[in-house]
């Protein structure tokens, strides 16, 4: 069955421009998890602008299936390994950066991946690499060690927003599905995510999973968190 994985790294966002702890982060996991939501995931950033070291480790206290982002270094590495989230997705950072702007550049940073990828999956963390969507990424990531990844969904996203042309990258996307599952490498999909870009991606069968964050936090101001989690999850099925 496809699965959904939820972010709430912009409820931590709401959180912090109070420096109280409303909305609290615990609360909210619990709501998206009995929602329906597959997987909660939280992106601990270097400058820590949402999410804190706090909220991983109660998070991964509770025993909820956490998705770590994080950036590749060694030091996120051993938060990684002393929280022990049930999965990790590394992703490039910039710390200017408003939102991840790319997929990670595996030939530049390939050494380092590879460690830490082995380093994690050592400790039974599933971890995933984030990816803009070309066959040559997908072979560099079995060759990293990666078990699965995560296709970055922003561009399509963007097209299809914008009521541009969307059937290149579409189909882009989808021959990188096929590739990864014909190699034995898991396949998600995410950023920028709605609802429509969601519907047209569910016709790619190699995709195993959603990881949708900002669209949902948003929609939910509107019509609650509840009932765009369950819309969501309509839609994959």
Known sequence: MTKLGINIDH?????????EDHPN???IAKIVKDSGADSITVHLREDRRHIKDKDLKMLCRKKYLINMEMAAN??????AIRNNPKFVCIVPE???EI??????????NFNLLKKIVKNLNKKKIRTSLFIDP???????????GAKCVELHTGKISRLVKDNKNFLDEL???????????????????GHGLDYKTTKLLTKISNISEYNIGHFIIGESIKVGISKVIRNFKKIIK
């Open 134 to 144: 070309t066959i040559k990424n997908i072979r560099l990531s079995k060759k990293i």
């Open 25 to 27: 982060i615990i609360k």
């Open 74 to 79: 060694i030091k996120m590495m051993n938060i």
């Open 99 to 108: 939102t991840t702007e790319g997929g990670l550049n595996l030939n530049k």
């Open 171 to 189: 189909n882009k996307i989808k021959k990188c599905s096929k590739f990864g599952t014909d190699n034995n490498i898991e396949i998600h999909a």
């Open 94 to 96: 910039k710390r200017n």
């Open 11 to 19: 409820v931590a966002t709401l959180r912090n421009a109070r420096g």
